[in-house]
């Protein structure tokens, strides 16, 4: 059995991979891809734990997470559907009509 | 699951199902005649509040397992919050209507909005705190675009949506580090292993600290606000009005609920951090809100800095006794903000040009002159948000320093009346440039809106006249005897 530190390890990696995706790329669709892959590092930890405790609960979690994440798929990309047909670009630096 | 834990959650399951009713409701009515629907989330709204009122007492029942509980907590919060979505659905109606946004599913998105909220005060699990915050944050993501083929709103939208959602991933992270040091997300049962010493100190620290900087964002404080000031200016002001006021307010519920029952063991780890949060809010917010132009932006910042006092409230947790005290100062100081933001962002409304462009400082001018109900009313809010006398404003600062002062960090009261004084030079500016110069303000009538302004001032004024029965209220709602 593959130890559960492995585990937690690697979501804290793909975290980190994530969190760092959301600072420096400039697509909208790439930065959204980013946070999924945060969600779905926590999704890991909560398994790897779940597995580790032999409890249910962290892993009906992460059901709760994944449908959640879905609801938010469904509304970004409405949101970023709508920004391509208005502006014909994603690029999170064009959208800087609002500063101060 | 018994009939009582249903009673338990049902002025949420009302407003849910109501809001479904009402976006089926949404195709039966025509382009004109959409007002039928702002009635009817309005009617919604008013059965909730109802309902909310009905389960006041000082009782409190847990239901489905410890997910939720009913008590003077959460029944406090859920009044304030229909009271929010009732405002909302009032500075909307004709805001909208004149913005040419008037469509049927803004009253339903305020509702499911509204209801997620009232879920978030209820809430005594890390998963349904998860599921509360998504609830009340999706329908807000959708809302601030809705000004939509405006560029600044779909670009709000997109902006709220996607620091939102990196909000999101950072409380789920941090869920999963609590249950991993842990083993558990009921907070009652968290504040156990705590308290039992069974819970892995590294990681409870790890997730706590994760799970404040996700609600960090929700609120707005410094260093996770950057996304404020362009969401509420780019969103349509109706809806800037509505997520200012409830959105902070269900943040620092949540916040209140995990800190004060799940971590109060890790207070004394975690009051250094609060502190900084609140004091840089406090400071960045006041000092760059002096020098914007745009009303909008110049309150976006102002709301920046009046997460930073609420915060204040959450410093002194370390200490047993004053605990109660200081989450009814912040339950206070929430009601106080609701009400003068409120007014506040509907003054800027009315005086909102048709084209979607917010108003600039100089709009206000000659207001004093040409419509003096409305500047009073502004003169109002911006005494209060500054917290000078006759307002709520000052009464809830009163108590958030007392506590602060009697939690031992007299510093952090220094800074919170300091920046209060470098937050009057703009605010103030307000009120001079609508009284002392001379203009043509274009003001819209609108009678609900109006109503939404003159309630606000008036609750603002006469509420800081009899504070206490206010105060008594919030001071019953403190949750710690439940358990």
């Known amino acids: 059995m593959i130890p559960t530190h492995f585990y937690l390890a690697l979501s804290a990696i793909l975290f980190s991979i994530g969190a760092l995706g959301v600072l420096v790329r400039r697509n909208a669709l790439v930065v959204f891809m980013s946070i999924e892959l945060m969600l779905n590092a926590a999704n890991l930890t909560m398994v790897a734990f779940a597995r580790q405790y032999g409890l249910q609960s962290g892993q009906i979690f992460v059901f709760f997470v994944m449908a959640v994440a879905a609801a938010e798929v469904a509304v970004g990309l409405a949101l970023i559907v709508t920004i391509y047909r208005s502006r014909q670009t994603i690029d999170i630096d064009d959208m800087n009509r609002l500063k101060g | ?483």
Not at chain 2, 103 to 118: D, K, Q, W
Not at chain 2, 185 to 209: C, K, N
Not at chain 2, 457 to 474: E, G, N
């Open chain 2, 1 to 483: 699951m018994t009939q009582l834990d249903f009673l338990v959650i049902l002025p949420v399951t009302f407003l849910a199902l109501w809001a479904s009713l009402l976006l089926l409701a949404d195709v039966l009515f025509l382009k004109g005649q959409k007002a039928i629907l702002a009635l009817l989330a309005a009617v919604g709204l008013a059965v909730t509040l109802g309902l909310t009122l009905t389960q006041s007492g000082a009782h409190s029942a847990s239901a489905f397992g410890g997910m939720v509980v009913l008590d003077g907590f959460s029944n406090f919060l859920a009044a304030l919050f229909s009271l929010i979505g009732l405002l909302g659905v009032a500075v909307a109606y004709g805001y909208n209507r004149r913005m040419g946004i008037e469509r049927g599913e803004y009253y339903a998105l305020i509702l499911f909005s509204v209801s997620g909220m009232m879920l978030m005060a209820q809430a005594t699990d890390l998963l349904m705190v998860f599921l509360a915050l998504e609830l009340l944050s999706i329908p807000l993501y959708v809302l601030a675009a809705f000004a939509y083929p405006r560029a600044s709103s779909e670009e709000a939208g997109l902006k709220y949506f996607l620091l939102g959602a990196f909000a999101t991933g950072f409380v789920v992270y941090g869920i999963a580090l609590t249950f991993g040091a842990t083993g558990v997300t009921s907070i009652p049962a968290i504040a156990a292993a705590v308290q039992a010493g069974t819970a892995d100190t590294f990681l409870l620290l790890a997730g706590a600290a994760l799970i404040l900087a996700g609600f960090g964002f929700k609120v707005a404080t410094v260093p996770f606000h950057m996304w404020t000031p362009d969401v509420y200016q780019g969103a349509p002001t109706s809806v800037t009005a509505f997520m200012a006021a409830g959105a902070k307010a269900a943040g620092f519920a949540a916040l209140l609920r995990v800190f004060a029952v799940a971590f109060p063991s890790l207070a004394a780890d975690v009051a250094p951090v609060l502190w900084a949060l609140s004091a840089l809010s406090m400071l960045a917010g006041n000092v760059a809100a002096i020098a914007q132009t745009d009303v909008k932006r110049m309150l976006a910042y102002s709301s920046i800095a009046q997460a930073g006092y609420i915060l204040m409230a959450f410093v002194p947790f370390a200490n047993e006794a004053i605990r109660p005290s200081s989450v009814a100062a912040a339950l206070f100081y929430l009601v106080a903000y609701t009400f003068t933001s409120f007014g506040a962002w509907g003054v800027i409304m009315s005086l909102e040009k048709d084209s979607g462009e917010s108003a600039a400082i100089a709009d206000f001018a000659g207001l004093g002159k040409h419509n003096p109900a409305l500047a009073v009313a502004m003169t109002v809010f911006m005494l209060s948000l500054t917290g000078l006398p006759p307002t709520l404003g000052l009464v809830g600062k009163m108590y958030l320093f007392r506590v602060v002062v009697e939690g031992g960090f007299y510093w952090l009261a220094v800074i919170g009346v300091v920046t209060s004084l470098i937050s009057a030079f703009y605010y103030l500016r307000v009120v001079q440039t609508m009284w002392m110069k001379d203009g043509k303000p274009q003001v819209a009538k609108e009678d609900w809106l109006n109503f939404a302004i003159a309630f606000s001032a008036l609750a603002t004024v006469v509420l800081s006249f009899v504070p206490a029965s206010l105060f008594d209220w919030a001071s019953q709602a403190v949750f710690f005897t439940a358990r």
